[in-house]
């Protein structure tokens, strides 16, 4: 018998187990011993009825994911799942926590299915870049009809027992001892004789008739990029147009299709690099954490209000300090109409508006401080500011308080050492929409203590966000990479580029807009405050003036002013190629004598996007960063680069270093320029033929 499912009997019902943590996921061992556990429950005279169910805290949460792309070992789960639903005795599932993927294809092979109350159900492997391939494109259809099949396949979003009840996935919802539940339902069936339900028997209802069109037109713009969403859609459109074998030849074909995909290599790459980032090399598991009950947050503008806004929305009473009551006002109205924007939508009731507004109190004096777990300063990005509002928290705040910074720019270091507890003191450096954005860059000091880390990254967690690590740098990692892109796209623009050419070439790639959207969008005075102020600090080495600084000097500073390096109408965030800019643009290049010439695509990707993988690799080695996947998780959830490239670095793996690294060399040899100098591992990998990754 395989040690990770057993197989018992209660009374007339077998019982077949499985044990397999932390997710019983479907992995060779778990697919062996369900076939052997239900070939012994269907040998057993005594057993009437089979369950199925999952010990720990789930039923199989999918298939085993780290198994993906290594050589097949059988039994195949769609094989197994066949054979359950051609049992002749019937079989339920007994369904808790979350049956996904695999999970769920499992429990759509038996005939009945029970729920406890809190479990889920769902088929998120298009969030893989996969399909349901063990059948699940081909069975739910069929349980619950064409349309929500799509919703569920390709939303990839799990549904709640009560739901899957109303949808007919589930057939029963208990609540206590699931295994009692189950054991007394299947006792029930066999009691009333009642017959197999073989889910590949049942036909499949379309409710429209160009369902599979509309379907995909309707996800286009949010799927741009992705492959497996419309893989999906025509297997779920096999289903309704072909007899139930065929059907599961052509979800086969289409998920040996995905699984070999670039796409599905870069979602499955992501999957395990989020959860990797949590752990912190060198910082043991055990590491004491301080209590996080209640926090506040410097400055109510629109960085500090959505700041405030993640810990009311994960029940953490937080205060919201400014100086000036009409600051605070203002700031405390748009939080508020930003959570009645969400209850329009139907995200939420007015209760919970209530709820969480209660747990956001406004004040205007740091008196108010001194009982609070964790400060985030959220002021404008100025050193003296900054320098004020530390030595002020350093007054108020209790002992063993965090003091964090959102600052995503300036020195950690010299912050911390505006107060006497530099060893309470970090980074927190959230992205803009604070309360939207996944990413939370935690910066972490020189001084910084290791419980003060291993709670801001638990802290992360709990406020909704993808935590990640860093070290202390000009732009830490997210934004010391941007910093470098955005530099290179406005020199491309010197010597010839236009900025809508930029910006395709970068949308095309698969970021949601080009750099120089994103400044607009972001506030061109932003970049140029930051160059001022770097200016100021250290002129020898401060960014030379460029075109940019003429735009914001010329009052576009962006779409809050609807003319930033685009033209903007009012009410409309679309960028329109501006004839002022060009005639800027003009005016710059002639002033400084830059010749213009013809630059191609192919070279504005090469620069914008290895000059990233080179300081990225320059990051790594600095220690800034401390794995590759911490840079590629920033970017992903911190400037919208595509899921299904992996990550900046991932995808410069997927392109080869060593194309990276001559392209690199040439450049500096061609401008002398250090940003294009070679960072030594990029070199050294490249010359070993590895990757960041291998
Ligand atoms: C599929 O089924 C395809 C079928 C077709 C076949 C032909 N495999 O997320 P957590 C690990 S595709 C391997 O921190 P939570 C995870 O890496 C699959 N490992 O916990 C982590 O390991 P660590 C469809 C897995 O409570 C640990 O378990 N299914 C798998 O916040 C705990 O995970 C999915 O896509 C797996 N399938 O959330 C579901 N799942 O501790 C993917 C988890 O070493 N999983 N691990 O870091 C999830 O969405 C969540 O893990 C969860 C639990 C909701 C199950």
């Known amino acids: ?206 409710e429209e008739a160009d369902l599979f069109a509309s ?65 912190v090399p060198g910082l043991p598991k055990d590491t004491p954490k301080r209590d996080v009950n209640s926090a506040a947050v410097i400055g109510a503008g629109t960085m500090g209000g959505g700041i405030a806004m993640n810990f009311a929305n994960a029940g953490i009473p937080v205060k919201i300090l400014e100086v000036k009551e009409e600051a605070l006002e203002k700031g ?84 911390a050492s505006f107060t006497k507890r530099p060893q309470d003191v970090i980074g927190m450096h959230f992205f803009s929409p604070a309360n939207v954005m996944k990413l939370l860059e935690n910066v972490r000091g020189e001084k910084t203590a290791d419980d003060v880390i291993a709670t801001v990254m638990d802290l992360s967690r709990r406020i909704g966000k993808v935590g990640v690590l860093v070290g202390v740098c000009h732009g830490f990692v997210g934004n010391r990479m941007l910093h470098k892109r955005q530099a290179e796209a406005v020199q491309l623009v010197n010597e010839g580029a236009n900025p809508a050419q930029v910006d395709k070439v970068l949308f095309d790639l698969g970021f949601p807009m080009g750099p120089f959207a994103m400044s607009d969008l972001a506030g061109m005075d932003v970049g140029y405050r930051i160059r001022e102020e770097l200016r100021k600090e250290n002129p020898e080495n401060a960014p030379a003036r460029n075109w940019t600084d003429e735009l914001v ?17 009012e009410g409309d965030r679309t960028p ?14 002639e002033e400084n004598g830059i010749a213009t010439r013809e630059v191609t695509d192919q070279e504005i990707l090469e620069r914008c996007m290895y000059v990233m993988v080179n300081e990225g690799a320059k990051i790594l080695e600095e220690g800034i960063a401390a794995r590759p996947l911490d840079v590629d998780v920033i970017w992903i959830y911190g400037y919208g680069f595509p899921v299904y490239r992996g990550g900046v670095l991932f995808w410069a793996d997927q392109v080869g270093l060593k194309t990276i690294y001559d392209k690199v060399s040439q450049f500096h040899q061609e401008t002398g320029d250090d940003v294009w100098k070679p960072a030594p591992l990029l070199e050294k990998l490249a010359k070993e033929g590895k990757g960041f990754y291998s």
């Open 1 to 206: 018998m395989s040690e990770v499912v057993s197989y018992r009997r209660e009374g007339e019902i077998g019982v077949i187990s499985v044990n397999y943590p932390p997710v019983n996921a479907l992995g060779q061992g778990v697919r062996e011993g369900l076939q052997s556990c239900l070939r012994e429950g269907l040998a057993d005279d005594q057993a009437k009825a089979l369950v199925v169910i999952g010990e720990g805290r789930t039923f199989p949460a999918g298939a085993d994911i780290r198994e993906f792309g290594k050589p097949p070992a059988g039994p195949a789960l769609p094989d197994v799942i066949n054979e359950y639903e051609s049992s002749e005795k019937l079989v339920i599932a007994a369904i808790h926590g979350t049956a996904l993927g695999g999970g769920l294809e499992v429990a759509l092979g038996c005939d009945y299915r029970v729920a406890l109350d809190s479990a889920k159900v769902g088929l998120p492997e298009v969030k893989l870049g996969l399909l349901p391939g063990a059948g699940g494109t081909q069975r739910l259809p069929r349980l619950v009809g064409a349309k929500a099949a799509l919703d569920m396949i390709v939303g990839g979003n799990p549904v709640k027992a009560k739901n899957a009840l109303q949808m007919g996935i589930v057939d029963d919802v208990v609540s206590g001892d699931l295994l009692e539940g189950a054991l007394a339902y299947a006792r029930k069936l066999v009691a009333d004789k009642a017959p197999l339900r073989r889910i590949r028997d049942l036909d499949v209802q379309t």
């Open 215 to 279: 379907y995909e037109k309707s996800i286009a713009r949010k799927q741009r990029g992705f492959k497996a969403p419309f893989h999906c859609i025509k297997a779920v459109q096999a289903a309704v147009e072909l007899p139930f074998e065929e059907g599961m030849k052509r979800e086969r074909e289409l998920f040996g299709e995905l699984l070999v995909s670039s796409e599905s290599a870069a979602q499955r790459h992501v999957f395990f690099a989020e959860r990797e980032v949590a752990k």
């Open 332 to 415: 405390i109205a748009i939080i508020r109409k930003n959570y009645e924007n969400t209850a329009k939508k139907g995200r939420l009731t007015q209760e919970q508006v209530e709820q969480r507004m209660a747990l956001i109190q406004p004040t205007l004096s740091y008196d108010d401080l001194g009982d609070v777990d964790v400060v985030i300063e959220a002021v404008f990005e100025n050193m003296d500011v900054k320098e004020a509002v530390f030595k002020e928290l350093d007054r108020v705040c209790k002992p063993g308080a965090i003091l964090a910074t959102n600052t995503s720019t300036l020195d950690v270091n010299r912050i």
């Open 553 to 569: 000097e010329n009052g576009r500073m962006g779409q809050k002013t609807q003319a930033g390096v685009f033209d903007y109408k």
């Open 576 to 589: 329109v190629p501006s004839a002022e800019v060009d005639k800027i643009i003009a005016k710059f290049r």
